[in-house]
């Protein structure tokens, strides 16, 4: 009798190893696994303000060292940017030593890093920062410095680990379609076995013309956290313009493509540079955060102006942008007057609606109704992001009129009434100068959702 029972018990145990054997192959294998931005990463990146300056002996506040990063890091905690999510300081190109060490390792130059990137990462620790560092899969680094060829791939990613290095941005310039195949994967790969959890931002798709058939997205989200599709960023309008032209243009393509853990990114936030008045500032954060893109600055937050600093800490666009559904946004309408409309779905059942003036004139007074945005049978609030303060839509088919600046927009965070009589009742209120929060607690409806251009 005990026999049998045993026996019987064993045959179980053993038939559910074989389930769970099976279950464990159908599964996709999954190179990378590192449970990491979740929401959209951000922080601040050297290159598009600091580029590849190491003329450290005449130009020593400016130039790619330790310094610069050590001063970023202070201005990154001390001037509240930490506490709105700015938590990745990240050292672009021209960071290292022209040549590797004596063991093939990558070293910083010596001069403008004394004290070595292991340094630089346990001061970004202990403020609570991550630190993030660029390589290039191929001979060497767009601007020259030494690149990663397919042997030295697990040494580098070992040595990033070593450095306790939280995130790489690995380039692909000078490899070719080959390299770039195995290259890109096996570093996921690679970080993955040092077993620290390093985020992981490809910039593979963007050497590939960035869509479909020649980028597989799908593989894609499953070895990287973040890639860079497109041309990179210039301190201008136009080139905002640009890019947010192609993202929205191949919006099919690339607006599935992203979600929690795996993010289009359409490149740094200039704001606070040269290029960019205050409308086109506002524009800029707008859209990026009706892209769930990165919210990378590149800028000196040494030197901001009170202007930029503001857009760039709005609570409420930095909510809509890190809104836990992780659902990018698309553009729902071109109008002939030159105005675009964008909107992202939230979570509570909330929505996000940017209206973009494409004019040159003057301010333009825009007249919608959400029924004609294709909202359906509620009663809404919208809030108005960059004016703080509320306008109320009692139905989908009330007119309302927004005035949108040359090359500047009005962004609404749109949220149903019902949440709010919930709010009330649960003591809470959707105010954005507290708290990016409101009460319901319902999935989007999906009937509120515009038609999608
Ligand atoms: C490429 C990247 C940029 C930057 C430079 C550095 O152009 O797209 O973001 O990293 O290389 O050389």
Redesign the pocket.
């Known amino acids: 009798m005990m026999r049998s029972i045993t026996s019987a018990r064993a045959g179980k145990s053993q038939m559910l190893w074989k389930v769970i054997l099976l279950l464990m192959l159908a599964l996709p294998t999954l190179a990378l696994d590192n449970g990491l931005m979740r929401t959209p990463p951000m922080g601040w990146m050297s290159?598009e303000r600091f580029r590849?300056n190491t003329d450290c002996r005449t130009d020593p506040k400016n130039c790619i060292s330790e310094a610069l990063f050590v001063d970023m890091a202070d201005r990154l905690v001390e001037d509240g940017w930490l506490k709105l999510g700015y938590k990745y300081l990240i050292i672009?190109?021209c960071w290292s030593f022209m040549s590797r060490d004596n063991k093939g390792r990558l070293m910083p130059d010596p001069i403008r890093f004394p004290n070595g990137i292991h340094k630089l990462a346990r001061y970004a620790h202990d403020r609570e920062l991550k630190l993030g560092i660029?390589a290039n899969m191929g001979k060497q680094?767009?601007?020259g410095y030494p690149g990663t060829m397919l042997d030295q791939i697990e040494k580098d990613a070992q040595t990033f680990a070593d450095w306790e290095v939280d995130m790489l941005?690995f380039?692909g310039?000078y490899s070719n379609v080959n390299e770039q195949q195995k290259g890109f994967p096996l570093m996921s790969k690679a970080l993955n076995a040092t077993g620290r959890p390093i985020a992981y931002s490809c910039?593979w798709p963007?050497y590939r013309g960035g869509l479909p058939p020649s980028v597989n997205y799908t593989f894609l989200g499953e070895i990287c956290n973040l890639w860079?599709n497109y041309d990179?960023i210039e301190d201008s309008w136009e080139s905002v313009l640009r890019i947010v032209d192609w993202f929205f243009q191949n919006q099919d393509d690339l607006q599935p493509v992203s979600g929690p853990g795996h993010w289009n990114d359409p490149?740094m936030l200039i704001i606070g540079n040269f290029g960019l008045n205050l409308e086109q500032s506002q524009a800029q954060m707008a859209l990026w955060a009706i892209m769930a893109a990165p919210l990378i600055m590149s800028n000196d937050l040494r030197t901001l102006t009170g202007e930029a600093r503001n857009i760039l800490q709005n609570k409420a666009a930095i909510a809509i942008n890190q809104d836990p559904l992780g659902i990018q946004g698309r553009r729902i309408l071109q109008d002939e007057g030159h105005i675009e409309v964008f909107w992202r779905p939230l979570s509570k059942s909330a929505s996000a609606l940017v209206f973009l003036s494409r004019r040159t004139d003057m301010p333009y007074r825009y007249h919608s109704t959400l029924s004609l945005l294709n909202y359906t049978s509620d009663s809404y609030t919208a809030y108005d992001v960059f004016k703080d303060e509320t306008v109320s839509l009692p139905s989908v088919n009330t007119h309302f009129t927004v005035t949108i600046n040359p090359s500047g927009v009005v962004m609404w965070y749109v949220y149903p009434d019902k949440s709010l009589e919930h709010a009330k009742e649960t003591g809470g209120h959707p105010n954005f100068q507290r708290k990016y929060a409101h009460a319901s607690q319902q999935r989007p409806k999906h009937n509120m959702a515009p038609i999608l251009l």
Do not use: M
């Open positions: 290159w590849c672009d190109d660029h680094t767009c601007a941005k380039d310039c910039s963007a860079r990179d490149d």
